[in-house]
Nanobody, 121 residues
Framework: VQLQASGGGLVQAGGSLRLSCGVS????????MGWFRQAPGKEREFIAA????????YYAESVKGRFTISRDNAKNTVFLQMNDLKPEDTAVYYC???????????????WGRGTLVTVSS
């Protein structure tokens, strides 16, 4: 399984971005998918996840109400719609795949390269 995140960039505070993560390999629809981020000098943060059935989602408190995770199993792609962005959202964003429990960050074993999101004040 190979993952590649895209869609990052520079945006002003209050703006929006939509990240995409394309997944190659077999059985994308059977993997739970998650988004993580890591800001400079900080630990990696698990911010959103969606189970393979698309019926359950998880959000960290820091992004709840502003970010939305979704997936298109026909296109092997997971998305992260980010609204009302804040300077503290500045980070490298990573997508990851899991065959375990979707809300357990420790179960994410497949990772893609990140995409940088910079939010200016």
């Amino acid at each position: 399984v190979q993952l590649q995140a895209s869609g990052g960039g520079l945006v002003q505070a209050g703006g929006s971005l939509r990240l995409s993560c394309g997944v190659s390999g077999r059985s994308f629809s059977t993997y739970h998918m998650g988004w993580f981020r890591q800001a400079p000098g900080k630990e990696r943060e698990f911010i959103a996840a969606i189970d393979w059935t698309r019926s359950s989602t998880y959000y960290a408190e820091s992004v709840k109400g502003r970010f939305t995770i979704s997936r298109d199993n026909a296109k092997n792609t997971v998305f992260l719609q980010m609204n009302d962005l804040k300077p503290e959202d500045t980070a490298v964003y990573y997508c990851a795949a899991s065959r375990g429990t979707y809300y357990d960050q420790g179960t994410y074993t497949y990772w893609g390269r990140g995409t940088l999101v910079t939010v200016s004040s």
